[in-house]
């Protein structure tokens, strides 16, 4: 397997550790930029301090999966913020700031629009510097060269992925994530959990990317459950930082199977955080792929700390609970009468679907959710 072909591409500076972020102003005084435009969630859009610009600093707020109506609103609003365009463009927050902020940068250019960059290898090279900042620790984005946005009049997630949309900088300080409420932590740790456990276990894993997903598994199963009790323990929050760091790495070469697949109907229809319906998914898809993917189910257990002598949906069910999680999609006002559109719907995601262990029919799909209601 290590002759399999495989291309890993990293930003091309990580700085990790408390305090870091603060030094955002000098990365880039140290470059002459001075006319920085930032694609930051709500929280994160007052609080441009915590990066040490001041509050005036161009920015603009990005709902939680937008659409291909805030990405236009984002890319006009990047153009017209500085009489001479920006020269820096920074992502700030979630995994949903951070894709729109890849996308912002390499649209800069008049005329330029989605349709022209959609899909694999297709936007143009940058022409400013790109830095992506984490504010939680589960979308990975920062890591890689996908963006997703929901198409409104299909609700149809589009990835777009190219080697000029990955960072030039990128910053991981755990002290910005210390006010994420216990729920979004949790939510979003289980994120970066499934995006190592579906690399790992994909059809088309490699040896190399296995390493990273199975350390980002080990750190969330060592440091989750300690940041969801104590959000100011800054080691947990580092070492939750690193593991969706790693799981974004995996994304690139591998990418996700089924779990993100049954996960996107539950934010494109009805609006749920993607950490969270990835989150409540976790376990059933789990649980269906382990007798495809045995070996490494167990070592999978075993970094979470499961009960390896229980059926494994019953465990982990046990696990995400634990963290304070509300785990049926009943508990999120999921309709009933949607299930099936939504098996539908997933069932045709098969850019991810093909590539998880074992085949799921459409059928198979609604038996998870129906399990997961």
């Keep these: 397997m290590l002759d399999q072909p495989l291309e890993i591409l ?39 301090s ?20 805030e990405l236009t609103e984002a890319v006009a609003y990047a153009r ?39 899909g694999p290898n297709r936007a143009p090279a940058r022409t400013v510097p790109l830095i992506q900042i984490p504010t939680t620790a589960g979308t990975g984005s920062e890591a890689g060269t996908r963006a997703l946005v929901t198409e409104p009049e299909t609700l149809r997630k589009v990835a777009t992925e190219s080697p000029h949309m990955l960072a030039d900088l990128v910053i991981l ?8 409420p216990a729920a979004i932590t949790a939510a979003t740790g289980v994120d970066a959990l499934a995006h190592c456990v579906e690399a790992f276990t994909s059809r088309r894993a490699h040896p190399i990317i296995d390493r990273y997903a199975l350390e980002g598994a080990q750190l969330i199963g060592k440091y989750l459950s300690r940041a969801v009790e104590n959000g100011n323990d800054h080691e947990a929050r580092a070492g939750l930082l690193l593991a969706s760091f790693y799981g974004g790495v995996c994304l690139g070469p591998v990418n996700t ?20 319906a990835n989150a409540l998914m976790f376990p059933h898809v789990l649980a269906a792929n382990q007798d495809s993917c045995p070996e490494k189910t167990a070592q999978i257990a075993k970094a979470l700390n499961l009960d390896e002598s229980r059926p494994l949906i019953e465990t982990a069910g046990e696990y995400c609970a634990s963290l304070a ?39 198979d799909i609604l038996a998870l959710y129906q399990a997961a209601y």
């Design 10 to 48: 990293q930003p091309g500076c990580v700085r990790i550790g408390t305090g870091q972020a603060l030094r955002l102003d000098e990365w880039l005084r140290h470059r002459g930029l001075s006319r920085p435009v930032v694609i930051a969630d709500a929280f994160n859009a007052i609080r441009l």
């Design 50 to 69: 915590a990066l040490g610009l001041d509050q005036e600093t161009p920015c603009q707020a990005i709902r939680p999966e937008p659409t291909l109506t």
């Design 80 to 118: 017209g913020a500085w009489r001479d365009g920006p020269d820096a463009i920074i992502g700030f927050g979630g995994g949903s700031a951070m894709d729109i902020a890849k996308l912002v940068s390499v649209m800069l250019k008049p005329d330029t629009q989605f349709d022209d960059i959609s």
């Design 173 to 180: 300080d755990p002290e910005l994530t210390t006010s994420l």
């Design 257 to 276: 199977t089924a779990g993100h697949a049954v996960a996107y109907p539950l934010g494109t229809r009805h609006h749920l955080p993607h950490g969270l």
């Design 325 to 363: 999680l509300q785990m049926r999609l009943s508990d999120h006002n999921i309709p009933q009468d949607d299930l099936p559109e939504m098996a539908a719907e997933a069932h045709a995601i098969r850019r991810l679907l093909d590539w998880n262990p074992r085949d799921l029919t459409q059928d």
